[in-house]
Nanobody
Framework: QVLLVESGGGLVEAGNSLRLSCAAS????????MAWFRQAPGKDREFVSA????????FYADSVKGRFTIFRDNANNTVHLEMDSLKSEDTGVYYC?????????????????WGQGTQVTVSP
């Protein structure tokens, strides 16, 4: 069974940090680009960050660049998102996604495996 399970969400005050994790199973994790997307209330889902198969390339939305760090552990089939200096506008449901395609890493259509999401709420 192909599965992505996110964890680590919660309520945090602005300026603090949170680490999200995504555990993968049922597919060849080391051959998939992994990404994080988020959806704020009343808004479309948007790209946050991605990391390629070996971890050699990472990509970030401008809104999180310098504050968020994505990294993966291929030995344990997990990908993480370290979120520092959180802002209230970072609030939303965060989704983990996987793709075996190359390129267009910032687009939802690239990814064909999705998790259920984890809620992150940043209080002002």
């Amino acid at each position: 069974q192909v599965l992505l399970v996110e964890s680590g969400g919660g309520l945090v005050e602005a300026g603090n940090s949170l680490r999200l994790s995504c555990a993968a199973s049922g597919f060849t994790f080391g051959r998939h680009t992994m990404a994080w997307f988020r959806q704020a209330p009343g808004k479309d889902r948007e790209f946050v960050s991605a990391v390629t198969w070996s971890g050699g390339l990472t990509f970030y939305a401008d809104s999180v660049k310098g504050r968020f760090t994505i990294f993966r552990d291929n030995a344990n089939n997990t990908v993480h998102l370290e979120m520092d200096s959180l802002k209230s506008e970072d609030t939303g449901v965060y989704y983990c996604a996987a793709s075996d395609r190359w390129g267009s890493f910032g687009y939802e259509r690239t990814y064909d495996i999705w998790g259920q999401g984890t809620q992150v709420t940043v209080s002002p």
